[in-house]
């Protein structure tokens, strides 16, 4: 069974930090693209970024690109999402997902999903 928990979320005030985690099980975690992506109330899914796991080579958003970093810690098998400079607009529910390549992710689809982790970010 594949899984992918997410956690990290919170409430944080604008201009913080705040690190995300996404633990991933049933995968082998070797050349698989791992992506996050967000959804506020009344507005589309939005990708945010993707890192394929054969060579850590990442992909951003331009909302985010400059913000948000993602990496990925092997022995754990999970990949986290640092975001700083969290404006109001970043409030969202957070997802990871997971496919084969970071393609799916630029095509705004994967395979597997987590349930996702709320971020608030107060003015």
């Known amino acids: 069974e594949v899984q992918l928990v997410e956690s990290g979320g919170g409430l944080v005030q604008e201009g913080g930090s705040l690190r995300l985690s996404c633990a991933v099980s049933g995968l082998r975690f070797v050349d698989e693209g791992i992506g996050w992506f967000r959804q506020a109330p009344g507005r589309e899914r939005e990708g945010l970024s993707c890192?394929?796991?054969?060579?850590?080579?990442?992909f951003y958003s331009g909302s985010v690109k400059g913000r948000f970093t993602i990496s990925s810690d092997k022995s754990k098998k999970t990949v986290y999402l640092q975001m700083n400079g969290l404006k109001p607009d970043d409030t969202a529910v957070y997802f990871c997902a997971a496919d084969e390549f970071c393609d799916d992710y630029l095509d705004g689809e994967m395979t597997y999903w987590g349930k996702g982790t709320p971020v608030t970010v107060s003015s």
């Open positions: 890192i394929t796991l054969r060579d850590r080579g990442t």
